[in-house]
């Protein structure tokens, strides 16, 4: 069990990574993701894509880190990560980490409050390493 002291919020956030083949785009994101534009939920998935790229700009919370490499993947995402990071790495694939926040959006706020793997043989998402 954590204890935490001092300011405690009642929202939550999620430290994510994604491994991917193609620079991190909206676009590329967004069809990863499973969105289509003709879905019905298109508009809210364009904004859970645009908090996950400015997710990556704000880093992950509750760790500091300068670079992403295989020790510091471990230690926030475990080793099935890390050994995938490792392995994508080595083929020239993208690496991304940053946090989303129940505060965002409702598609991002459930997100966020949930722990999840996309494993798929050009795209990975870990988002396990979810704070309260």
Not at 47 to 71: K, M, P, Q
């Given at each position: 069990?954590?204890?935490?002291d001092?300011?405690v919020t009642?929202?939550?956030?999620?430290?994510f990574?994604?491994i991917?083949?193609?620079?991190?785009?909206?676009?590329y994101l967004?069809?990863k993701?499973?969105?289509?534009?003709?879905s019905?939920?298109?508009?809210a998935g364009m904004?859970?894509?645009n908090?996950?790229i400015y997710?990556?700009?704000r880093?992950?919370?509750?760790?500091e880190i300068?670079t992403i490499?295989y020790?510091?993947?471990l230690?926030?995402?475990?080793?099935?990560s890390?050994?995938?990071f490792k392995?994508?790495?080595?083929?020239?694939?993208?690496t991304y980490?940053g946090h989303?926040?129940s505060?965002?959006e409702?598609?991002?706020s459930?997100?966020?409050?949930?722990?999840?793997?996309?494993n798929?043989k050009?795209?990975?998402m870990d988002?396990k390493?979810c704070?309260?």
């Amino acid at each position: 069990m954590i204890i935490r002291d001092g300011f405690v919020t009642n929202s939550s956030s999620t430290n994510f990574m994604i491994i991917c083949k193609e620079e991190l785009t909206t676009e590329y994101l967004f069809r990863k993701l499973g969105f289509n534009n003709q879905s019905r939920i298109s508009d809210a998935g364009m904004s859970l894509v645009n908090d996950i790229i400015y997710g990556t700009t704000r880093g992950v919370r509750w760790f500091e880190i300068d670079t992403i490499d295989y020790a510091n993947v471990l230690k926030i995402f475990g080793e099935k990560s890390a050994e995938k990071f490792k392995e994508l790495s080595k083929k020239g694939f993208h690496t991304y980490i940053g946090h989303i926040s129940s505060d965002d959006e409702y598609l991002t706020s459930f997100m966020a409050v949930d722990s999840f793997v996309i494993n798929e043989k050009d795209f990975y998402m870990d988002g396990k390493n979810c704070t309260w």
